[in-house]
Structure formats: C-alpha cells, structure tokens
C-alpha cells in the first residue's frame, strides 16, 4: 500500500479478529511513541487514547460505506487494517529516530528536519491508501478531489486534539512553592557562592556564571547547564562555575535566577577574583521582553511563576558589573533582540556576543527544544571544536544562517564586540581557557 499498489488488496484478508489485532498493535507502538517523545514529569492521559482511535474508527466507517455502494462485504475492514498496518510500521520507525535522538545518535542536521520527517510519513500512509483505493475502485477526479478534502480535514482536527490531548501530558497547574524550597533557596545560593575557589596567582583563571532567564520552559535551563558541563568539562572551570536557574523543577537544587541571586553573585566573584588577571564567562538565556503591543524593550526576561520578578534591562547589568569590580568581562547573551545589550555593556575589557540584532527575533525557544538555535551552534557544536571565541561566532553565524534559512526565518544575525583592550588580551586569556583542551591534544597525539 506504501508504494501504491492494489496488490495491498490482494493480501490482506479482512475479518473483525484482525482488525482487533492491528488496532491493539497500533495503539501500542503510539503508546510508545508518545512516551519517547513526551516531557519529564508527563504522565499517562487516557483521553490521548481517544483522540488516537479517532483515524482507525474514520477508517472503519469508511469501509462500512464502501462496502455497502459496492456491495462488496470483504472490503468492509480492509480501510482499517491497511492503515493500521501502515501506521504500526511508521511509527515504530519514528520510536526508533526518536529514540536515537535522545541517545544524541544523529548527526546535528537532523534535528531540523525531525518533526517534519514525521508529519511527511503520516500523511504517506493516508495518502497511500487513497491512492490505491482509488485505482482499485476507479475513482473519477471529483470523486478523488473530495476524498482528499475530507482526509485533509479530518487531518486537521486530529492534530488539534490529540495537541491538547497527547497520550503522555502534563498537568497545567497553577505552580506552588512549599515552605521547604522557599526557605532553603538562600541557603543554596550561599552555599554554591561559598563553594567557588580562590583564583590561583600568576595565572588567568576563567569563571563560569549562567543565567536560565524563563522558568516557563525547559530549553533554557538546558542550555545554561550544557554551557556549564562544556566549560567545566573541556575548559576547566569546575569549582569556578555556578547557574542560576528559573525553573518549576529546581526550587530545592538551584538558587534562583533573580536581579538579587546575579548582583550577589557578581559581588561575590569581585571579592574572589583577581580583577588584573581572571576573566567572568556570563552567559544569559531566556525570552528578549516584548509589550503587549510588540513593542520591542530592550530587557531580559526573568520568570519564575509564582514569584514576580523584576526583568534584567541592560542599565541594571551595567552597574551591577561594575559595581562588582570584575575588570575583564566575555557577556554571551542568547535571547531575542538581545543586541540591544551591546551599547550599554561595551567597555575595553568587555567582549559581548549575542544571539541576535538589536531590532531581530532568534530561534529555537519552543517548548519541545533542547536548545535554542544559537545554543545549540554556540556551545553544543563551535566552541567543542574550536580555539577562539571569534572562530566559534563565526562558526555559529554560518551555522545558524543557514538553518534560518532552511526554515524561512528572518536573519538573526548574531553579534561580537569587542573593547580596544579585550582585542589585545582575549588571545592571551584564551590560552588559559583552552590550555587543558590543547594538553588533551597534546596527549592524543603522543
């Protein structure tokens, strides 16, 4: 059948046993298909299972009809089980892909063609079996035109349903805070702050501070704690790194990501490095803040329902950085219109990246990402490979260009500045941040 071939009829011998049978499979391979593909936290939603019978009970009143204008019981079950059939072996393909993904098995161009790829192969096996219908029956145009129709439509309202209603969910609750996490966040942030070490004299030391902005979704927390685990993996900075995390799932492990948590963090990281010769790696991800009416603001989100917090405008960084004493500074802002931050932040001793223009949108923040696009090119793939901070930008401006492209996004266009004196130091202090990654080489080699 997925090939189009009315030899399908010929093999398929319909009865109401294996119709039982095939819907049984079908429904299993969803089942888990949707458990691959579903949110940590997500639990098993009966009502998913209804919207899921919603295309093989189409089928079999499909094959009611058929059976009855041609007069020809033998078809009343085979709609049904050539689209059972069909959908089982996709969707275990799909399980299997997804399965992959998560494992971290497929090559980084995948990932843009992934959902896609899945749409592709649904609509395959429906059209599939139109088509051959249509040629074993001798369906006239008209006749073929409505059938589309009416599947695209079907099609339709099977994905708004099974959208609010996917087998795996998670509940949309009102989020709370026990007494527990409220009382014990400052306690973490003390205790983390307390745990970062002194810088060692006569070398360039590198610290490690990320911000995941919104709470709202997972892909910015993920992106802040890939960031970490590559410098304190490749770079060295375990001991010297922190995060600050706005997230429902990290009231009792991470401090908050607040206005307060960064100034004291910053002011802490003053008083333990040394400003002449240690560099601050500040790394922020979330939402670009956006009015009701569009209007582009020029801030960073921070989120944390249900606690209000006061947004990150980049005023407030400035002073904030200075006030902390820090001298040399790398800032990497991943968010929309986040080079609205460039004016403010730039100094001699700051170099800033960002994921985009001051007047443009990035990409990749929906809720079923790992991360952003810039993210993703930033740090999962060009500083891994890399040695200089401008080659990893220059990396990921090629990279995320041409995957906006792919998609028919606006150019981001991301930004790297650099202050008279950061052009001079960076090389120098980029020794020190690639120095265990260049012994690593050194050894393979030997």
Not at 19 to 41: E, H, K, P, Q, R
Not at 172 to 190: G, R
Not at 379 to 403: G, P, V
């Amino acid at each position: 059948m997925l090939i189009g071939s009315i030899r399908a009829f010929e093999w398929v011998k319909p009865s109401f046993s294996q119709f039982l049978l095939f819907c049984g499979l079908a429904l299993s391979s969803n089942i888990l298909f949707s458990w691959l593909v579903a949110d940590t936290g997500s639990h098993f939603n009966k009502q998913g299972l209804i919207g899921y019978l919603i295309w093989p009970m189409v089928m079999l009143i499909a094959g009611i009809v058929l059976s009855k204008r041609y007069q020809n019981d033998t078809l009343l079950f085979v709609p049904a089980i050539l689209w059972l059939t069909a959908d089982t072996m996709l969707i275990l393909l799909q399980s299997s892909i997804q399965f992959m993904e998560l494992q971290g098995w497929l090559p980084i161009w995948t990932y843009d063609i992934i959902a896609i790829s899945f749409m592709l192969l649904f609509v395959w096996q429906t059209a599939s079996l139109f088509w051959v219908f249509a040629k074993k029956l001798g369906w006239r145009w008209w006749e073929q035109v409505s059938m589309l129709i009416g599947a695209v439509a079907m099609l339709w309202v099977w994905q708004q349903n099974i959208k609010d209603q996917p087998i795996f969910k998670t509940d949309d609750t009102a989020p709370t805070i026990s007494e527990t996490a409220f009382y014990v966040q400052p306690l973490i942030l003390t205790e983390q702050l307390s745990a970062l070490q002194k810088n060692n004299e006569g070398v360039s030391d590198w610290y490690f501070v990320g911000v995941a902005g919104f709470g709202g979704q997972n892909v910015f927390m993920n992106e802040i704690n890939k960031a970490r685990q590559l410098f304190d993996v490749r770079f060295g900075t375990q001991g010297k790194s922190i995060t600050l995390i706005n997230n429902p799932n990290t009231w009792q492990s991470e401090p908050i990501a607040s206005r307060t948590s960064l100034d004291k963090t910053l002011k802490h990281l003053g008083q333990t490095m040394n400003p002449s010769e240690d560099v601050l790696f500040l790394t922020i991800s979330s939402h670009g803040a956006v009015s009701e009416s569009g209007k582009i603001l020029g801030d960073l989100v921070l989120d944390n329902a249900p606690l209000e917090l006061d947004d990150i405008d980049p005023d407030w960084l400035r002073q904030a950085l200075d006030d902390s004493g820090i001298r040399w500074r790398v800032i990497v802002i991943s968010a929309c219109y986040s080079g609205t931050f460039i004016e403010k932040l730039s100094s001699p001793t700051t170099t800033i990246i960002t994921a985009s223009r001051a007047d443009r949108a990035s990409f990749g923040c929906s809720d079923d990402a790992d991360l952003t696009y810039f993210g993703r090119a930033f740090f999962a793939e060009a500083l891994r490979d890399t040695t200089s901070l401008e080659d990893a930008f220059k990396y990921t401006t090629e990279r995320i260009a041409n995957r906006e492209a792919l998609m028919g996004f606006s150019p981001s266009e991301p930004q790297m500045v650099s202050g008279s004196l950061m052009k001079n130091a960076l090389p120098e202090f980029e020794k020190a941040l690639f120095i265990q990654d260049n012994v690593e080489l050194g050894d393979d080699k030997k």
